[in-house]
């Protein structure tokens, strides 16, 4: 393939044997030029604006990315070189932003054979093998989670979508419960739907809220204590007080909330939603890799009693997106929001027949096979695998968290639980110092700095109305020198802010 390929060369289809072999080639091409602009690199981002790498793309693709004729491999390769050298290198221990970890080799290397063959996970025929590797890893995943045999689940594409599905599955079973045999949905009921999570739940509760019709002000935000974790009494007192009208739709606890990895206590919510006859749904997006490791598993006590939980392999088990699971405790709740039967892709007879596939338990009809990289990446790994991988990256936490006690200009704002690690930049000068809006402009300039050089990657949080810095670590190879060298640069970007 030197030149734009045609509908007659035998390499054109990556899963027929000479396409198969060009893949392997193509992968090997496109490697080795990744591997040669990697090594030019010099940090976790280009050292460009937003502007000027815009108008980089305009020079490099001035027929934008679809040209009237291809390029053939040498457009192919051009784009490798220049993704790699543009890209976020999630991989340099600098990169510490967001929770999007460097993705495993195996992971990666065993999504390319899922894209080559393309399987479906919607009927059997589409990827029967794709099919059964999901229904047992969902059945791992829900064992490790302490779900009986009675439990299910589905991959998603995230944590957002799980959330979804979940709140799907709760409120259609409280509509159930109060009268909703013929599917009218809330019209046909007078009711006021409600559903609670913590003040630091995460946004896609209430995304799915109003996508479901119930309305983002059905969200009541439960008072989170010091530790940043819901208050169960709180949560006890607002059920005990709704109106005859309302209708608790779902508790949704957080294991794992996205600044300070802080976990809900999960044993007294499930017996506060259980004694009020409420769904408990955990986002455990981020803190269920916790499942993975012997040290931090404890913190997940109470998962069990929970009627579904989002666990996010794209996130503490270092997956490449996507790769989330729903788990459901009663797979009758999950077929019964979702189960459905087309004529054209799994009709009752097939069904009747065992050619089922997963049409029914999910929101989408064709779906990727995410499920065998994860597979893949648990078979060479083992779950001690990636637990030491969480228990480094926790390491790292506790580690970055001491030294930014110790330094003179970086305030802790809390205690690490999982992985990440929220403080401030303390401005030398004592006015912008004791100014909180002064004193948080520096700390979001100094972030952008680190951004416009490309020497490191940080995250950013707010806390009662002023910027907090966030180190958010996923990498179990960075070393304690990389977080003092990385600190470091924070100190360095804020004193250069302050007198720019
Ligand atoms: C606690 C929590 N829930 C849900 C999500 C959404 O996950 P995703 O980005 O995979 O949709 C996130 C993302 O950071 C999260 O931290």
Redesign the pocket.
């Known amino acids: 393939m030197s030149a734009p390929p045609t509908l007659l060369e035998p390499d054109l289809l990556a899963a027929a044997p000479a396409g198969l072999a060009d893949v392997g080639r193509l992968v090997t091409e496109l490697t080795r030029e990744a591997a040669g602009a990697l090594r030019r690199r010099s940090g976790p981002l280009p050292a460009l604006t937003p502007a000027e790498l815009s108008r980089l793309l305009d020079t490099q693709l001035p027929e934008g990315p679809l040209p009237r004729t291809g390029g053939g491999r040498g457009a192919v390769l051009a784009l490798a070189r220049s993704f790699a050298a543009h890209t976020v290198d999630l991989a340099d221990p600098r990169a510490a932003a967001h ?1 999007q970890p460097p993705a495993l080799s195996v992971a990666a290397a065993a999504d390319v054979l899922a894209s080559v063959f393309n399987p479906s996970l919607d009927t059997w025929d589409s990827g029967p093998y794709a099919v059964e590797i999901e229904r047992r890893l969902v059945r791992s995943l829900a064992g490790l989670t302490g779900f009986g045999p009675e439990a299910d689940g589905v991959l998603t594409p ?4 799980s ?1 979804l599905q979940a709140l799907l599955i709760a409120r259609d079973s409280a509509l159930r419960s109060r009268g909703d045999t013929r599917g009218a949905g809330l019209a046909g009921l007078a009711v006021t739907p409600v559903v609670y999570c913590s003040e630091l739940a ?1 946004f ?1 509760v209430a995304r799915a809220s109003a996508v479901l019709g119930l309305g983002e002000d059905a969200v009541r935000t439960v008072p989170a204590d010091a530790d940043h974790r819901m208050v169960p009494a709180e949560l006890d007192r607002a059920l005990a007080s709704l109106a005859e009208d309302e209708v608790p739709i779902a508790v949704v606890a ?1 294991a ?3 600044d300070y990895g802080s976990i809900d206590p999960l044993p007294e919510l499930a017996a506060v939603a259980a004694r009020h006859g409420v769904r408990l749904h955990v ?1 455990a ?2 803190g269920g890799g916790a499942l993975f490791s012997d040290r931090l598993r404890p913190l997940l006590a109470g998962i069990e009693a929970a009627d579904s939980v ?1 666990i ?1 392999l ?1 996130k503490t088990a270092w997956q490449p997106a996507a790769a ?1 699971a729903l788990l459901v405790r009663d797979a009758r709740a999950l077929t019964a929001s979702t189960g459905l039967r087309v004529a054209y892709l799994n009709p009752d007879d097939d069904g009747a027949a065992g050619y089922d596939g997963l049409l029914g338990h999910s929101l989408q009809t064709t779906r990727r096979a995410d499920a065998f990289k994860v597979a893949a990446t648990f078979l060479a790994l083992g779950r001690e695998g990636i637990g030491a991988m969480l228990d480094a990256c926790h390491d790292l936490a506790r580690h970055a968290a001491r030294t930014v006690t110790a330094h003179p200009r970086l305030d802790l704002t809390a205690d690490p639980v999982l992985t990440t690690v929220v403080f401030r930049y303390l401005p030398q000068d004592p006015g912008a110092a004791a100014d909180p809006a002064r004193a948080g402009a520096v700390n979001a300039a100094l972030r952008r700095r680190l951004l416009r050089e490309g020497t490191a990657l940080i995250g950013r949080t707010d806390v009662g109305g002023t910027v907090r810095l966030k180190l958010t670590l996923l990498n179990p190879q960075a070393t304690t020198t990389d977080i003092d060298e990385l600190l470091a640069a924070v100190v360095r970007a804020g004193m250069s802010e302050e007198t720019a």
């Open positions: 929770l995230g944590g957002t979508a959330n995460h896609s957080t794992g909330t996205t986002d997006a981020y989002t996010d794209h989330s």
